[in-house]
């Protein structure tokens, strides 16, 4: 999964380019250059057939300075150690770009979880917490669900930890099922979060979304929400939608819902109304107003950024696009919302759902999304202030988030006394 770049590397470079654009202590560069801990562990699980096959796992904490760290927990068979750096990096800049009082962390295990049965899959989740045991905490740190983990298995991982400690601890993990503290808003969030940034986007451009064509790479959580939203609030047309198993591509539109069905029932979204396949390489170079990487990272790199021809690319994927690539795609003319920022609504709800467990009192869908809106739109502002104030200094958008995170983390590491 690290591609041909280290890119945990890359998330230090980020860190480094922020710093030096504000002029920061490099000793609090240095600090965030490393992450204070990663915990590797093995965890044993009963196979089905009665064998016992050993899995490894990692968790991260980036950097608690402004708080407990967050961040998800990731099953993937390509998962490393470098990778789940990478990862809790970008989130404790994501938390400090929408100001939650978190830090960053982030967790992996390596296994492809589509080859186990649903008890196999169980036994891992729980054997994961017990090996983690009290590293996590809520006050501590938070894991979330992320690539090919879902509500369900944060319910098993809440019930283990609940009954490790003797605590029923809800705020342990967010992104739970409603039955056990879920938030209600949670599960479109992410999805969210990128439209309420595509709205402002699209406004400072003048473009119209009614009508705006999009492509989606990813039909996961995050890109059907995406899909779905635009398609229903705001009358966009979705033309093209990809997944590891193919894509479809419709100049006339697509329906989200319907391809969602088509797509439970068939595993794939190929073939649907016997539409053309597209490949992620064809739909990212299509000729369309919005582009949403919502998949893994490195979809956009170097040496495709000239194909895309979106005006604005919206980053739902952790790491979607290198940051090689920002400056060939704002030279093509392309707005680009970064991860850190487009992707945040995500972990916002998180925050909120984690509010809810503490206090015991839980809000209505409308309250959430309207706070939600709130933290996004204000984060967006931070971000395209600082944007408009260094952009003669080459500053692109995924810098300008950067220097907004790195300056508040700078700010708590500070005041905490780590450096003088
Ligand atoms: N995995 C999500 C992310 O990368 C959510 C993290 C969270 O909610 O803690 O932002």
């Known amino acids: 999964m690290a591609g041909e770049k280290n890119w945990f590397q890359v998330a230090q470079d980020r860190i480094k380019i922020a710093g030096a654009k504000l002029g920061q202590n490099s000793e609090i560069t240095e600090i965030l250059c490393n992450?204070?801990?990663?915990?590797?562990?093995?965890?044993?699980?009963?196979?089905?057939?009665?064998?016992?096959?050993?899995?490894?796992?990692?968790?991260?904490?980036?950097?608690?300075?402004?708080?407990?760290?967050?961040?998800?927990?990731?099953?993937?068979?390509?998962?490393?150690?470098?990778?789940?750096?990478?990862?809790?990096?970008?989130?404790?800049?994501?938390?400090?770009?929408?100001?939650?009082?978190?830090?960053?962390?982030?967790?992996?295990?390596?296994?492809?979880?589509?080859?186990?049965?649903?008890?196999?899959?169980?036994?891992?989740?729980?054997?994961?917490?017990?090996?983690?045991?009290?590293?996590?905490?809520?006050?501590?740190?938070?894991?979330?669900?992320?690539?090919?983990?879902?509500?369900?298995?944060?319910?098993?991982?809440?019930?283990?930890?609940?009954?490790?400690?003797?605590?029923?601890?809800?705020?342990?993990?967010?992104?739970?099922?409603?039955?056990?503290?879920?938030?209600?808003?949670?599960?479109?969030?992410?999805?969210?979060?990128?439209?309420?940034?595509?709205?402002?986007?699209?406004?400072?451009?003048?473009?119209?979304?009614?009508?705006?064509?999009?492509?989606?790479?990813?039909?996961?959580?995050?890109?059907?929400?995406?899909?779905?939203?635009?398609?229903?609030?705001?009358?966009?047309?979705?033309?093209?939608?990809?997944?590891?198993?193919?894509?479809v591509y419709d100049p006339d539109g697509i329906d989200p819902d319907d391809l969602k069905a088509y797509e439970n029932k068939n595993g794939t979204v190929r073939g649907y109304k016997g539409h053309d396949n597209i490949s992620n390489e064809q739909l990212r170079a299509l000729d369309v107003d919005v582009y949403i990487p919502a998949a893994l990272q490195n979809a956009i790199v170097k040496e495709n950024a000239k194909d895309v021809k979106a005006k604005i690319v919206v980053e739902l994927a952790n790491g979607g696009i290198n940051p090689d690539a920002d400056e060939i795609l704002e030279k093509n003319g392309a707005f680009v919302v970064p991860d850190i920022l487009g992707n945040a609504g995500g972990v916002t709800v998180s925050y909120f759902e984690w509010v809810q467990n503490n206090y015991g009192y839980y809000w209505a869908e409308k309250e959430i999304n309207e706070k939600l809106e709130r933290v996004m739109s204000e984060a967006f502002e931070r971000v395209y202030n600082m944007y408009s104030r260094h952009r003669a200094d080459k500053v692109t958008m995924r810098m300008a988030a950067d220097m907004v995170a790195v300056e508040r983390v700078g700010d708590a590491i500070k005041t905490r006394g780590w450096v003088a």
């Open 35 to 247: 992450p204070q801990r990663t915990l590797c562990v093995s965890i044993p699980v009963r196979m089905d057939n009665g064998t016992t096959r050993v899995f490894l796992g990692y968790r991260c904490q980036h950097n608690d300075a402004v708080g407990p760290t967050k961040g998800g927990i990731r099953f993937h068979q390509d998962e490393t150690i470098e990778d789940v750096e990478a990862l809790a990096t970008l989130m404790t800049l994501k938390c400090a770009v929408v100001g939650l009082p978190y830090g960053g962390g982030k967790g992996g295990v390596v296994v492809d979880p589509s080859k186990l049965s649903t008890g196999e899959l169980e036994r891992l989740s729980r054997g994961f917490v017990r090996a983690l045991g009290t590293f996590l905490g809520p006050d501590r740190d938070v894991p979330a669900p992320d690539v090919n983990t879902n509500g369900q298995i944060m319910a098993w991982m809440v019930d283990e930890y609940s009954k490790m400690t003797g605590h029923n601890t809800p705020a342990l993990m967010t992104g739970k099922p409603i039955i056990l503290g879920g938030s209600l808003g949670r599960t479109a969030a992410t999805g969210l979060g990128g439209v309420y940034c595509l709205r402002i986007a699209a406004k400072k451009l003048g473009m119209n979304l009614k009508g705006a064509t999009v492509a989606i790479e990813g039909f996961g959580n995050v890109g059907f929400y995406a899909a779905k939203i635009l398609h229903d609030e705001d009358g966009a047309k979705v033309v093209g939608i990809t997944m590891v198993s193919g894509g």
